[in-house]
């Protein structure tokens, strides 16, 4: 099991990102990542995009081989595109050229900046035998599509690499295809080859700063009550509508 945190600390301009002083992406990237190091046993993968290198910052974790830091200049495509393709790349690059992502791997993918504070309970209660898919099924505001939520993802490194990866040429901002709606369809190619997906059983209690409105995610009680009741009530159900799911569901705004 390894857990892979996508990071961008120089967005470069980078459409629908509201966050883009460097320092303050910096220091949100190595609190989070110092929280899992102390917070969790996991194995850890960091993939940068912007060519800026952290592992001098925690030497000591690398060198005994609990974290694997990568960095590569993946951030110069056409901006329109916007930061969901770009994370696409960075899982890309992060599953090619990892050491400790092995062929029958799970992946936890988490939003670098955000600190998942429920993942521990979240990992040790769901089933990581065979190959599954866990994630949260959300609805869009705008569109009112159903789309999977992509702050956390589990994963077998097969969904990434034959499911989600071959179609990330579809990405566009723009033209209002994000990386949820890839993650929706993905998952819904995996299901329908027979592969089992599920929405997690607890909420994943997000800290931190959204990049694309600035949002601020902050645990609390009435997140989990909104959880339950999505994830247990309304979506056995069929239903996704009036929860402002961009923030209510992860987050108590300012």
Same mark, same amino acid.
């Given at each position: ?29 190595? +609190? ?31 060198? +005994? ?61 769901? +089933? ?11 609805? $869009?505001?705008?569109?009112? $599509? ?109």
């Amino acid at each position: 099991m390894v857990l892979f945190l996508t990071s961008c600390i120089n967005p470069q301009g980078m459409s629908y990102t509201v966050l883009q002083d460097i320092d303050e992406r910096l220091r949100q990237y190595k +609190n989070a990542l110092q929280w899992y190091l102390e917070n969790t046993d996991f194995r850890i993968l960091f993939v940068e995009n912007s060519n800026y290198d952290i592992s001098p910052l925690f030497k000591e974790y690398i060198d +005994n081989g609990r974290l694997e830091v990568l960095f590569f200049d993946g951030n110069n495509y056409d901006k329109s595109l916007g930061k969901g393709y770009g994370e696409a790349l960075i899982i890309e690059r992060g599953i090619r050229d990892s050491r400790i992502i092995q062929p029958d791997s799970t992946i936890i993918k988490v939003t670098g900046r955000l600190i998942a504070h429920g993942i521990n309970r979240i990992v040790s209660s769901v +089933n990581l035998n065979g190959k599954r898919v866990y994630a949260d099924w959300i609805q $869009d505001l705008q569109s009112k $599509d159903v789309i999977a939520g992509s702050q956390m993802i589990v994963a077998h490194v097969q969904f990434f690499k034959e499911y989600f990866l071959p179609k990330i040429s579809m990405l566009n901002d723009s033209n209002g295809y994000y990386f949820e709606h890839l993650l929706r369809d993905a998952i819904g190619n995996w299901k329908r080859d027979g592969h089992q997906f599920k929405e997690f059983p607890f909420s994943p209690q997000f800290e931190g700063v959204g990049g694309t409105r600035g949002d601020e995610f902050r645990p609390s009680m009435k997140n989990e009550f909104v959880h339950v009741v999505r994830r247990y009530i309304l979506h056995p159900l069929g239903y996704y509508g009036t929860i402002d799911l961009g923030r209510a569901w992860h987050c108590n705004n300012k």
